[in-house]
């Protein structure tokens, strides 16, 4: 690491709290009899700086110490670092720089060589990369109680989306050779994310991440949310009306006037849902609705799929052909929505899809993740940035102050004011 000497250099002095300045058996106040220094690196948007803290150290004199008749459990007390500067325990940095660190890198998706550069190029600031690891690795640790407490938040509802995306891990097992692993994502739409890593894409991994969940849980045409289901009884799969527009939209290339009928009746579906969307329809609404005009729409296009499929006028091997199939392999989970009581349920999954939108433009960026560990870190602070950005907060300023309150926090302590939404309503009424 290295600093330049030029950095402006502010000075912090921190006194002992009040109640401790005075001896509790003479009443006599403690004098200052030196101050603990500490530096620590700022950076505040445009520029570093380097903070000087100064802690007063205050004693009661040796002869008060003696004439006391009982004895002194605190003949000398200092003044607390706060938590901003003990993030890291040791470390340098000052929260600031943390939360620009962590925005930098999972918002801006800058990859660790950018980030040095940029500090070197524009402030003289030399970083080495082991140390930002280093810095991320243990943010993340002291971030992990809140994204626990995130996701028993979210499989607290009764309404999920599900999806996964791979990323290349470079794992230390097999040198030399990137390996797929994936990004876990569950969304409540309008409401919370989290994202999950594993090295595995089995409905395992499915079934642990939404271990404690019971109700309607929604997601595309892959088949291990459907052994998901299987293994769990208190889980209601739905399907997703995006994944057969998009292959019958495919199709049209080749089969542009049949295809175009299936695409015309799904848009229809969709304007039933813009319109409960514009008139800010309750749920008992829109389930509503949905019955009294979606219902008939999904009885043509079922009626058509099954024309289609028993008059053998595509290959199955064709565009159109796999469109038909999907949505006949599908259509239980398909209709699900537009039946009485689901309401609450999205038309398709976009929700889930657009949280992972951000993760996609990451990986492209810096490539790979690192080490099976580092996954898994990558996925709680995407998890805490998303939220932020769902619930237009500013991610810096939400990092900024719920990382020092986490430090404070004993183990297992209720966390659900600084969750985002929460945190949000208490700043806007402060």
């Known amino acids: 690491m290295f600093f330049p000497a030029s950095l402006p250099v502010e000075t912090i002095e921190l006194d002992v709290p009040e109640e401790k300045r005075l001896c509790p058996t003479t009443g006599q106040e403690r004098p200052i009899i030196r101050w603990e220094e500490s530096e620590k690196i700022d950076f505040v948007p445009s520029h570093f700086r380097k903070l000087l803290i100064r802690r007063a150290v205050r004693a009661l004199p040796y002869a008060l110490q003696q004439a006391s008749e009982a004895l002194i ?10 938590a901003e500067y003990r993030i890291i325990p040791g470390a340098v940095c000052s929260v600031n720089l943390l ?26 600031v030399i970083l080495d990369r082991g140390v930002l690891c280093h810095w991320v690795k243990r943010s ?8 626990e407490a995130m996701r028993k938040e979210l499989i607290s509802g009764q309404y999920l989306q599900i999806d ?9 097992d097999y040198p030399g050779k990137a390996k797929k692993s994936y990004f876990w994502v569950i969304t409540r739409p309008r409401e919370g994310v989290l ?32 052994s998901l289901v299987r293994k769990n009884p208190k889980l209601v799969l739905f399907g997703c009306w995006a994944h057969v527009r998009r292959k019958f939209r495919a199709a049209m290339d080749i089969h542009e006037s049949s295809a175009a009928w299936y695409v015309a009746e799904i848009a229809k579906l969709y304007e039933i849902e813009s319109e409960a969307r514009v008139a800010n329809a309750s749920f008992e609404d829109r389930a509503l609705l949905r019955q009294n005009r979606s219902q008939p729409v999904l009885a043509a296009i079922r009626e058509r799929l099954d024309a289609d499929n028993q008059g053998s006028h595509y290959l199955p091997s064709s565009p159109l052909g796999k469109a ?8 239980d989970g398909l209709i699900r929505y537009a039946q009485p009581g689901n309401g609450i349920v999205e038309i398709d999954n976009n929700r889930v899809e657009n949280a992972i939108r951000p993760s996609a433009i990451g990986k492209k960026n810096w490539l790979f993740i690192g080490h099976p560990n580092a996954g898994q870190r990558s996925a709680i602070i995407y998890t805490i940035v998303e939220n932020c950005r769902l619930h237009n907060i500013d991610p810096m300023k939400y990092i900024t102050d719920v990382l020092p309150r986490l430090v404070d926090r004993p183990e297992g ?12 309503n208490s700043i806007s009424a402060s």
């Open 140 to 147: 993340a640790q002291v971030l992990e109680p809140l994204y």
């Open 413 to 424: 302590a209720d966390l659900s004011d600084l969750l985002p939404q929460r945190w949000k």
């Open 164 to 172: 996964e995306t791979f990323i290349n891990l470079l794992d230390p």
């Open 99 to 124: 939360s620009w660190l962590l925005v930098a890198r999972y918002c801006d998706h800058l990859p660790f060589y950018r980030i040095q550069s940029q500090f070197r190029r524009q402030h003289q």
């Open 324 to 331: 038909i199939n999907y949505a006949l392999n599908q259509w």
């Open 195 to 226: 994202f999950h890593f594993d090295p595995g894409r089995a409905h395992t991994v499915a079934l642990t991440l939404l271990e404690g969940f019971s109700g309607r849980l929604q997601s595309d045409g892959y088949s291990a949310y459907e």
């Open 73 to 82: 459990e605190e003949p000398v007390v200092t003044a607390p670092m706060p």
